[in-house]
């Protein structure tokens, strides 16, 4: 079920944004336009409530590197799928677009879930909050940050190459807090290994999947006659 959700990495959306013969009318179903990193989560979320009238695209998680280009590649999806949905929500928080995503938004009528990023919509508006008030320097680690930790933080700092960097990098974070999806000790053991190799204590918060699921649940169905 998870495979394509692993294949991000590779740089390609979950599911073809271009829409074919068989997806040309799709009143009556919801579009949700989500980062790579959230795919396992939301197809999770779809199958345990029944929520079938979902369909979902996602767009490469690497596109957190360059946060710039996230405004203009959802709003691609978006205009390609108008007219086509009876509503597109979007599963991407603020994402260091800096307000211009919501701007997007604004303009076309699709909706994102609350938060500025993902680690404040699994824990929680209110609780995130708490945890940046209780320690500063923390270092956020998600379930999908865990299993691509290599390919999603080392390669991109430059850390597989220049090791030594890695003090100055993280010179003034404190911790490596991991806002766990699931009970999984297997996670638990490689997030225990990341934060080593960062040189940070680990903490570990369950949040399961926090405001992801009712910002899913609430999508109403609708029957077109």
């Known amino acids: 079920m998870f495979k394509e959700a692993a294949d991000m990495q590779a740089g390609e959306p979950l599911f073809p944004i271009e829409p074919d013969e068989d997806t040309n009318d799709k009143l009556g179903r919801v579009l949700v336009i ?28 690497k596109l957190h590197n360059t946060p710039d ?34 701007k997007v938004l604004e303009e076309t009528g699709a909706r ?7 680690y404040a919509f699994f824990a929680g508006i209110e609780t995130f909050d708490e945890f940046e008030e ?4 923390s270092f956020y680690l998600t379930d999908f940050l865990v299993r691509h930790f290599q390919t999603m ?22 911790r ?20 080593e190799r960062l040189g940070l204590p680990l903490e570990i918060k369950k949040t399961g999947f926090g405001l992801l699921t009712p910002f ?8 077109v006659l």
């Open 34 to 61: 989500a980062c790579g990193a959230l795919a396992r989560e939301i197809i999770a979320i779809r199958d345990l409530n029944g929520l079938d009238h979902i369909d979902l695209t996602c767009l490469p998680a």
């Open 69 to 102: 280009k996230i405004p203009d590649e959802v709003r691609r999806v978006i205009t390609l799928n108008q007219g086509r949905y009876s509503d597109i929500l979007v599963a991407y928080g603020d994402c260091g677009t800096g307000g211009l995503l919501d």
């Open 112 to 118: 994102r879930i609350e938060g500025a990023h993902c």
């Open 134 to 137: 209780d320690q500063l320097g």
């Open 153 to 174: 933080v080392i390669e991109p700092l430059g850390l597989d190459w220049h090791p030594h960097l890695r003090d100055m990098y993280f010179e003034h974070y404190t």
């Open 176 to 195: 490596v807090l991991y806002l766990a999806q699931t009970d999984d000790p297997k996670l638990e053991e490689d997030a225990l290994k990341a934060a």
């Open 216 to 223: 899913l649940k609430k999508t109403p169905t609708v029957t």
